[in-house]
């Protein structure tokens, strides 16, 4: 866990950094500023999120499409957020399950 809080707060500060000097925010960019390779921010939904967030940020929140792109992130987020629940509630019940027999 310390680890991914480590890559969220690397993220965030490499997104912060880019739209500060109004570069644009790509993946590739916030891999290099964050020290953080590619592959593990594609995989990771919820540093993706960040990253997308940051990205519209920048324009218009009004517009439909913008608004369709933010609850789309904020759905694939959820999505994250519930298998990661759904793992964790497996975890729980597999360990109870193996401390019982031998109570």
């Known amino acids: 866990m310390p680890a ?3 890559h969220l707060t690397r993220a965030e500060a490499a997104c912060a950094e880019l739209a500060a000097t109004g570069q644009p925010i790509t993946l590739t960019a916030v891999a290099v500023l964050a020290r953080i390779g590619r592959t593990t921010l594609y995989r990771r939904t919820g540093l993706r999120a960040v990253i997308d967030e940051h ?5 218009d929140a009004s517009t439909l499409t913008s608004l369709t792109v933010q609850i789309d992130q904020m759905r694939r987020s959820l999505e994250a957020v519930a298998a990661k629940v759904r793992r964790h509630e ?4 597999r360990l109870e399950r193996a401390r019982r027999p031998g109570q």
């Open 90 to 93: 497996e975890t729980i019940r």
């Open 55 to 59: 990205k519209t940020r920048g324009q």
């Open 4 to 6: 991914d809080h480590d």
